[in-house]
């Protein structure tokens, strides 16, 4: 019993470290990144209403519906992915965003809802928090 002890007080401090590993993403840093970049098609609610969102084939997805459309959880993983182009689109001819690199920068790593860290941005770890914010 006294080893257990020993081995958990050890550990401890580690605790900490993994818990802010977990980068911190700004809902609000998020909110301006989307209407600079994402609500003209997606719309300001990110309901998919933007005002170009008429002219595109394939219409924007209703970014509020997200967790509900994957039974309550937010779909990280695939959020990310379109974002950075690594599941494209093809209504968007090429990665999204269509305004190139600007979500690209220092690597974050980013866990999934499983723990899996998912290499990324700062700026889409913003717009992740922010998404979330817009759940229903």
């Given amino acids: 019993m006294l080893k257990l002890l020993v081995l958990v007080a050890a550990l401890l401090p580690f605790a900490s470290l993994a818990q802010d590993a977990t980068p911190a993403g700004s809902p609000d840093a998020g909110r301006e990144l989307f209407l600079d970049h994402c609500a003209t098609c997606h719309g300001v609610d990110g309901a998919g209403n933007g005002p170009t969102a008429p ?13 509900a459309a994957n039974n309550g ?3 990280i993983f695939r959020v990310i992915s379109r974002i ?21 920068g220092k690597g974050i790593a980013y866990p999934d809802a499983s723990g899996q860290p998912i290499m990324t941005s700062q700026p889409i770890v913003d717009l992740v928090a ?6 229903q």
């Fill in 55 to 67: 002219a595109l084939i394939l219409q924007p997805t209703n970014l509020t519906l997200l967790s």
């Fill in 73 to 75: 959880a937010f779909p």
């Fill in 84 to 104: 950075d182009g690594r599941d494209p689109l093809v209504s968007h001819g090429s990665p999204m965003p269509v305004y190139g690199d600007f979500f690209e």
């Fill in 130 to 135: 922010y998404l979330k914010e817009l759940q």
